[in-house]
């Protein structure tokens, strides 16, 4: 039975990889911290208590490195996936050393205590389309420049060079995805497209009456995640490791997703959607769309569930909650 450790296990794409990888066949080891076991009831929201008697949690924190290498030790996996991360990208000033810090720190921790205890293993590292930041070209594939306009790019930009050196130079069969944003009803509610749909949702049963927004006009390209955790397996499973853009190649703006969102609830998003100057990102990433033909060709990924599918799982979820 092969064996995965999963940093960020409790996060939206950790749940999704676990089950993928359950009916898989793998045995499971995540990494949480203290308080997610103390408290599993937040720590733990987004699996059901099935779920937790089939994983193995081991406690464990990015920056401190003895209790990393404790885990792999312990765990001794065949594959490790690299998900943990400060993952939202606004923030305050105070913040941005505390991201740098633990993103970038913590990936250098767990790559030096896989090549002291499991230096067979395979090794994914979460990217993300923020390294491309004010991109200069689009779409934008593996071979595009990077140009990180938020310090959670330069983080991941860091430890995207990072994981290549580990890989060139100590020989660990490690890689990294470069994922484009993606969602489903497991997102956290700072981000985005969480906050429009469970307010939507809110709005519809009279619970709330608007929602305040920064940028509409601003766009992404927006994938499912229980599509992009396949990716991730599929990349480990190659014999030659290699790195992959995984995307739609589809971009919408925020307002479109408003639309969407409010109009399978029957409602209509001008009617209560209010922009607000202190939402608008002081450097916005020009418009971020991705060309996943590499990993088409080479894994035979491509996404599965579409934009809207995504948004009327999202809202249905959102109701079924509320209600
Ligand atoms: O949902 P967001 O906060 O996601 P963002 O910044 O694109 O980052 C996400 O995707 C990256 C790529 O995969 C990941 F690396 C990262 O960890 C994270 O998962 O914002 C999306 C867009 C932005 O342009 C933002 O300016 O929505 C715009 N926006 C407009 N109003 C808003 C709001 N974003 C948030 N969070 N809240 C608003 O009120």
């Given at each position: 039975m092969p064996r995965a450790l999963i940093t960020g296990i409790s996060g939206q794409d950790g749940s999704y990889l676990s089950e993928f990888l359950l009916s898989k066949g793998y045995e499971i080891h995540g990494i949480v911290r203290r308080k997610a076991i103390e408290d599993p009831r937040h720590?733990?929201?987004?699996?059901?208590s099935e779920m937790i008697d089939n994983i193995t949690l081991h406690i464990g924190s990015l920056d401190s490195y003895p209790s990393l290498y404790d885990c792999v030790s312990k765990a001794k996996p065949d594959e490790i996936y690299h998900l943990a991360a400060c993952s939202?990208?606004?923030?305050s000033m105070e913040e941005e050393f505390s991201t740098l810090d633990i993103n970038l720190t913590g990936t250098h921790h767990l790559l030096s205590a896989t090549k002291a205890n499991a230096p067979d293993c395979r090794f994914y590292f979460a990217g993300?389309?923020?390294?491309?930041?004010?991109?200069?070209?689009?779409?934008?594939?593996?071979n595009s420049s990077f140009h990180p306009r938020s310090v959670y790019g330069i983080s991941k930009l860091a430890g995207f060079h990072l994981v290549r050196n580990y890989r060139e130079?100590?020989?660990?069969?490690a890689c990294t995805g470069i994922l484009f944003n993606h969602e489903s009803p497991?997102?956290?509610?700072?981000?985005v497209t969480r906050k429009i749909t469970s307010q939507a949702a809110r709005i519809k049963l009279g619970l709330a009456d608007s929602l305040e927004l920064g940028n509409l006009d601003a766009e992404r390209d927006w994938g499912h995640s229980r599509d992009y955790v396949k990716a991730m397996w599929l990349m480990l499973q190659k014999e030659e490791l290699d790195d992959y853009v995984i995307s739609t190649g589809i971009s919408h703006s925020v307002r479109c997703y408003c639309e969407k969102a409010f109009a399978h609830l029957g409602l209509d998003y001008r009617d209560y959607v209010k922009t607000k100057?202190?939402?608008?990102?002081?450097s916005e990433t020009t418009p971020l769309r991705g060309d996943s033909s590499k990993a088409a060709k080479e894994l035979g990924w491509k996404p599965e569930i579409s934009f809207d599918q995504m948004i009327a799982e999202m809202v249905d979820a959102e109701l079924a909650d509320l209600q």
């Open positions: 720590g733990l929201w987004r699996f059901s939202f990208v606004s923030y993300s389309s923020e390294m491309f930041g004010d991109a200069r070209e689009c779409p934008q594939n593996e130079n100590h020989a660990l069969k497991r997102r956290g509610f700072e981000f100057e202190n939402l608008f990102r002081a």
